[in-house]
């Protein structure tokens, strides 16, 4: 009798590489996205707010908007669809509270929405590896999921609750449904078309630039017979295509985001609200290059690391030369997309990250070409890419590793509790009402006193008058202050800047953590300010 044991050898040639793959960044994902989730999130020193500054925002808004009242900040992302998902959770937040261990409802929902966009990323890697199968291979399509599970502004975006995460979701839902165009059986039929566009309509009422995207199905159609012909591109059956488009994407949009229908006015005011956020000078862009060049250089080499940079970059060079229809498609969302983002005055990560599941694909399909290509030399395909995997992962793990110590806001309180004499006299500063996000809880025992420093304030005659004994800065307003000085943009900062350099006040402690992990520094590939939020550093001066 035939003995049915299969040796190692045997089992390894059954295993489906690509499914393992797969899986495993599936698991890589998780674990990074999971480690350190609950920073900053409220307690019992601050039950009221998170330490990041949209999150309580956010969720306010929100449930303003439950109440039928209606502020041009509901449409500051061009439309309501985000703040439909907040009140979502934070209906099931209520009813299971009691299982998420936090201080109040508002801690249990800004944790369930965090769990919740570690769902939307982990969907985001298994779309990515279904496009890339369609679009390429199943390996390509299993690289991509690598490459995404492990890209820095993917992680850090799963664990604080904003819009940015689901936008790169819907982004590849997109692409995921021009390549459903793409690949589609002649005659094409209108079923695709609808697809797509709803999925743009739900896209834009989320946030506003991803309708950008909406030219993929577009191209997709026209890829079907490879632009052969300039007058069909501008036949009657191209334009039923885009009125399909069109009206099924408007129809999405409606069904997402009602309120803006109903209340255009409002509409119209919250996109005058964003545009003159996106207008005003933004300190830690100031002096810092063009836009191409913080978006194309800083902020992209810091949402994907260093090593996936450059490989973005081959793909990037790649599909220009090649221009395959894939290719080309890809093309059609991230060159557009990537030129409008340029063009904010903010410079920070997080508006790049719609572009970071194309980006893995144009990445995977070098890597598996490269891999097919050098034949007997494949080792060296594979221990480069295990080299960018494994630093882009030490990155990772630097920097969810600050997120699980503890806060440096929390650090100063203890510090403060322990070493300032108490009823002393402590000075912040607010750059607006509800900045409170930065700043470590004054403990009890201490005279609080909150300079307002807005436009108009004058930091020297505050002083001058009030003599607080401590004052406390946060990173966020002695970085450009200090670096800035004169030409900082608002002139209030330079004041005080000003005013502390007469010497009254002498800087006696100062709170910063490095993103480091066994002796390598990674700093400065988490500068931005998205990353920096987490954990930023603080400076307690005292009156000489």
């Known amino acids: 009798m035939k003995s ?200 834009s009422a989320l946030r506003l630039p991803l309708a950008v995207f909406g030219i993929m199905p577009l191209v997709a159609y026209l890829l079907r017979d490879g632009w052969s012909e300039p007058r069909w591109i501008f036949s009657a059956a191209t334009w039923r295509v885009c009125l399909v488009l069109a009206l099924c994407a408007a129809g999405g949009y409606a069904l997402t985001s009602p309120h803006s229908l109903v209340h255009p006015r409002m509409f119209l005011a919250g996109l005058q609200v964003t545009w003159r956020y996106e207008t005003n000078p933004f300190p830690d862009a100031v002096e810092m290059g063009p836009g191409l060049y913080q978006y194309g250089w800083t902020m992209l080499r810091q949402a994907l690391g260093t090593p996936l940079y450059a490989l973005a970059l081959a793909g990037i060079v790649v599909a220009v030369w090649r221009r395959t229809r894939e290719q080309q498609l890809l093309l059609a969302g991230i060159i557009p997309y990537f030129v409008i983002a340029t063009f904010a005055s903010w410079v920070v990560v997080r508006y790049l990250l719609p572009l970071l599941p194309l980006l893995a694909l144009l990445s995977a399909k070098v890597v598996t070409d490269a891999f097919e290509y050098a034949g007997t030399r494949r080792w060296v395909v594979s221990a480069l890419v295990a080299s960018a995997l494994a630093w882009t992962v030490m990155g990772d793990l630097a920097f969810v590793q600050l997120e699980f110590r503890r806060n440096n806001q929390d650090v100063a309180k203890d510090w403060i509790a322990a070493e300032i004499p108490p009823g002393a006299t402590i000075g912040t500063f607010r750059q607006y009402r509800e900045d409170v996000y930065f700043n470590p809880v004054i403990p009890p025992g201490f005279t609080h006193v909150v300079l307002p420093l807005v436009a108009g304030a004058d930091p020297a ?22 670096r800035l000085g004169e030409r900082h943009p608002q002139q209030h900062v330079y004041a005080l800047l000003q005013a502390l350099q007469t010497g009254k006040y002498e800087l006696v402690k100062e709170f910063k953590q490095p993103v480091a992990i066994l002796g390598v520094d990674f700093s400065s590939n988490f500068s931005s300010h998205d990353y920096s939020v987490v954990n930023p550093g603080i400076r307690i001066y005292r009156l000489r």
């Open 4 to 203: 049915t044991r299969l040796s190692a050898k045997q089992l390894l040639g059954r295993l489906d590489f690509s499914a393992v793959l797969l899986g495993v960044s599936i698991l890589i994902a998780l674990a990074l996205r999971l480690h350190g989730i609950h920073w900053g999130l409220p307690n019992a020193d601050h039950p009221l707010y998170s330490y990041h500054p949209d999150e309580v925002l956010h969720l306010t808004a929100a449930r303003v908007l439950v109440e039928g009242v209606m502020i041009p900040k509901h449409f500051q992302y061009g439309g309501t669809f985000y703040y439909t998902i907040l009140n979502a959770i934070f209906f099931f937040a209520g009813l299971f509270g009691d299982a998420l261990g936090q201080v109040n409802r508002i801690a249990a929902t800004l944790l369930l929405g965090r769990y919740f966009l570690v769902g939307i990323a982990v969907l985001t890697i298994v779309l990515a590896y279904a496009v890339g199968t369609q679009l390429f291979s199943r390996p390509t399509g299993a690289v991509a999921a690598m490459l995404l599970a492990v890209m820095p502004a993917h992680i850090a975006s799963a664990q604080h609750l904003r819009p940015d995460e689901i936008s790169a979701f819907l982004a590849l839902l997109v692409v995921y449904t021009a390549v459903r165009i793409l690949r589609a059986d002649e005659p094409l039929g209108v079923r695709p078309l609808v697809y797509s566009g709803l999925v743009v309509g739900v896209a």
């Open 461 to 482: 005659e505050w002083l001058d008058q009030e003599r607080p004994q401590y004052l406390v800065l946060h990173e966020f307003i002695y970085k450009n202050m200090e």
